[in-house]
Structures are given as structure tokens and as C-alpha cells.
């Protein structure tokens, strides 16, 4: 069973636009929302994070939107670059307790035209 | 800067053959990874070890096993290679929940072919 739902799957965007992927998750317990960016050849970065007491936190061109009612969160890339062209993955975790793990949703493909 | 290492980038094996994946971290981190990585299935989480010695099944745990001898040190071993087990290896670490966030620190990763 699959806890975190990614769309889309690929995404090709131009330069300067607006590049939107969005997740949904099932278990109400996640507290904790990371994105993580991915070059090829490379293994994943953390690029942002979110908890759900804040609907939305910005760092530079990068924008997650949280919205816990609908169990969503989105990552949006404002002004998007080609050397933004990577693989996204979003997950999820609990923060509290004894679980080491996170769910990563099955990513998306980003490609910025010049 | 936190380095997670991992012992090559490209292994080809037979069917049969016992595989070793080596990954070392330099940071003293309490929680080591393994994931296998394909095309359209995302990350998908095979061990996990919190401490040395101790592991835990993630979610594909069948055909693996690991080690964890020493805390920078966390082995991914293919009893018996198979041909489904062709993948991309990533190995990560995390240093335990900081301000509740349990970032984890990815290797390069092992594309590993198994003929």
C-alpha cells in the first residue's frame, strides 16, 4: 500500500516558468514533509521540509504549500531553471516516537527547456 | 559536510553470486539505510540498522540480508544475485531526529547488473 502519492510523473516546463508537483498521504500521523532533489549519477538531496503547523514555507525560488485537511503538500519551483532539470521526491515521516523512516513518494521527472 | 560513501558505482555480477555492498559514513550518525531505486517505483526501502548490530526489515526485505559491525558501517549482502535484482543501490544516513526532522544523507549510489 502505497502512503504517498506523487503526480505527476514527468513534467517538462519552460524557463522561467512555474514548475508544480504535488503529494497526497493517508496516515494522519506523518508530521514531517521533505522534498528531496536528485541529479543523475547523484543520490537524493534534502532541498526543503515542512511541518504541519505551517501552511507554507519558502526558501528562495522554492515553495512547499501544505494543506493537513485535504492531507496534501506541494512543491512549487518559481522562475524554474534548467539546472533545475532533476528527479523530486517527496516523503513523509512521523517525527515523534521510535520511527526511523521515511516514505518517499515515486517521483518526478523535472525538465526545464532553455 | 556530511559524506556517505559507497564502495563502487558499478558492479556487474552473475546469477548465483554472492553481492556485497560496502557504504561508510563519516558522521557519526546512529541510523544507516538501504534503499534500491527503479524506474517508475521510486525509493523503496530494503534495511534499515539504528545501532550497531541491530536491523530491521523495510519494506522489500526478500533476497537481502545486511550487516552493521561498526556504526560507520552498514553492509547490504545478496545471498544468491538474481537477474530481478538489477537496480540502483542508494545507501543513506541520519543522525536521529534533529528539531524532529529526520533528514537522511544519500551515497552516490551502486548500479548494480546481475546477468
Known amino acids: 500500500q502505497q502512503q504517498v502519492k506523487q503526480s505527476p510523473q514527468s513534467l517538462i516546463v519552460q524557463k522561467g516558468g512555474i514548475s508544480i508537483i504535488n503529494c497526497a498521504y493517508e496516515?494522519?500521523?506523518?508530521?514531517?514533509f521533505p522534498w528531496y532533489q536528485q541529479f543523475p549519477g547523484k543520490g537524493p538531496a534534502l532541498l526543503i521540509a515542512i511541518r504541519p503547523d505551517v501552511s507554507e514555507k519558502k526558501e528562495g525560488r522554492f515553495t512547499i504549500s501544505f494543506n493537513k485537511s485535504a492531507k496534501q503538500f506541494s512543491l512549487h519551483i518559481m522562475d524554474s531553471q534548467p539546472g533545475d532539470s532533476a528527479t523530486y521526491f517527496c516523503?513523509?515521516?512521523?517525527?515523534?516516537?521510535?520511527?526511523?523512516?521515511?516514505?518517499f513518494g515515486k517521483g518526478t521527472l523535472l525538465t526545464v527547456n532553455p | 559536510d556530511v559524506k556517505v560513501t559507497q564502495s563502487s558505482r558499478y558492479l556487474v555480477k552473475r546469477t548465483g553470486e554472492k553481492v556485497f555492498l560496502e557504504c561508510v559514513q563519516d558522521m557519526d550518525h546512529e541510523n544507516m539505510f538501504w534503499y534500491r531505486q527503479d524506474p517508475g517505483l521510486g525509493l523503496r526501502l530494503i534495511y534499515f540498522s539504528y545501532d550497531v548490530k541491530m536491523k530491521e526489515k523495510g519494506d522489500i526485505p526478500e533476497g537481502y540480508s545486511v550487516s552493521r559491525e561498526k556504526k560507520e558501517r552498514f553492509s547490504l549482502i545478496l545471498e544468491s544475485a538474481s537477474t530481478n535484482q538489477t537496480s540502483m543501490y542508494l545507501c543513506a544516513s541520519s543522525p536521529g531526529p534533529i528539531m524532529g526532522e529526520w533528514t537522511q544523507y544519500f551515497g552516490p549510489g551502486t548500479r548494480l547488473t546481475v546477468l
Open positions: 496516515n494522519t500521523a506523518f508530521d514531517y
Open positions: 516523503a513523509a515521516s512521523i517525527s515523534g516516537g521510535s520511527n526511523y523512516k521515511l516514505t
